[in-house]
């Protein structure tokens, strides 16, 4: 889509910075991923305060739709002044809507290197894709949205160069192959395919559905909801990652391994932010704010209705008085 190719160019200055800093691709993702979480950081901030506030509020919501249960306009306008009274605003889609974008952007930053973070030209890609897909020998490689990634490991093989002249120049093509070569991490080749047969590639998509299960429960077990979950809640649990891990099979692993990076820094992100502002935190931090406000009043109005207190101040004045 467009808006997420636009998105994932301006993030894909942000990972070529990186890899040129380091020069290795599993590098650069990792401090790319960890970047963009800090950006999003406030706005995941905000978005826990509303929840612990939604989870506090939860006992006044429920009497307000059973005193107006079949009043829908007044319910909606007496939870809108519940909101304003409590300091709230109802952009729980917008709030989420706009990391979702984001991460989208993101991802197609990955998945995109030629166009999104090299920078080549869209029409020569696009052109070098479409051939490419009917070539003799290389055409099954390619899928619709993974192409780019096959492109990148065809130009690393000896006789990539064979496939890729009548598309690229020479300069591009070295400046591809180099690119490439950097996508070994820790001995893993993260342009390699895992379903293309058994081999370590077969840890990616393994490790996407362990840290996405293992993320979602610990997640749930902070939360207190982990006991909560029945029937197709568990399903889903269980489902997602591993349609996640599935995907994660079938493509170059460079996805299967932002995945599991971004599954792994969400995570701590997750950690800190219940750790601060869970809706216990949250709860006992407005208590306390509470009580010292109930000190502060209680002690303007024993100061303000203390006679003995203000007959003494009055003297006071009066002496001060005569003595000038």
Not at 191 to 209: E, V
Not at 312 to 322: A, P
């Amino acid at each position: 889509m467009f808006i997420f190719d636009a998105i994932g160019s301006l993030f894909g200055y942000v990972l070529w910075f990186f890899y040129s800093i380091f020069n290795n691709y599993g590098l650069a993702i990792i401090c790319f991923t960890i970047v963009v979480k800090l950006v999003l950081f406030p706005m995941s901030i905000h978005q826990q305060k509303s929840m612990a506030k939604n989870a506090a509020m939860s006992q006044k919501q429920q009497e307000i739709k059973k005193k107006y249960a079949g009043d829908q306009k007044k319910m909606n306008e007496e939870m809108q002044k519940l909101y304003d009274k409590e300091g709230m605003q109802n952009m729980g889609c917008v709030s989420m809507f706009v990391p979702l974008l984001i991460l989208m952007g993101v991802y197609y930053a990955v998945v995109s290197p030629l166009i999104n973070t090299m920078h080549m030209d869209t029409s020569v890609v696009t052109s070098a894709l479409n051939n490419l897909t009917v070539m003799p020998g290389i055409g099954n490689q390619f899928t619709t949205i993974y192409g780019q990634l096959e492109i990148v490991n065809i130009a690393t093989q000896a006789n990539g160069e064979a496939f890729l002249s009548q598309f690229f120049s020479a300069a591009d093509i070295t400046a591809i192959a180099n690119y490439g070569n950097s996508f070994n991490f820790l001995g893993i080749n993260l342009l390699g395919k895992p379903s293309d047969g058994f081999s370590i590639l077969w840890l990616i998509p393994a490790l996407c559905f362990v840290t996405s299960v293992l993320s979602q429960v610990v997640t749930m077990k902070i939360q207190g909801t982990l006991k909560q979950q029945q029937g197709c809640m568990v399903v889903m649990l269980l489902a997602l990652p591993a349609f996640s891990a599935y995907i994660a099979y079938s493509v170059p692993a460079a996805v299967g391994f932002y995945w599991i990076i971004s599954t792994v820094v969400s995570f701590v992100q997750t950690l800190v932010l219940q750790n601060f502002y869970s809706a216990n935190h949250m709860t006992a931090k407005q208590e306390a704010q509470r009580v010292e406000l109930l000190k502060l009043q209680e002690a303007n109005v024993a100061y303000s209705y203390n006679p003995r207190k203000r007959i003494n101040e009055n003297n006071n004045n009066s002496n001060k008085k005569k003595k000038k």
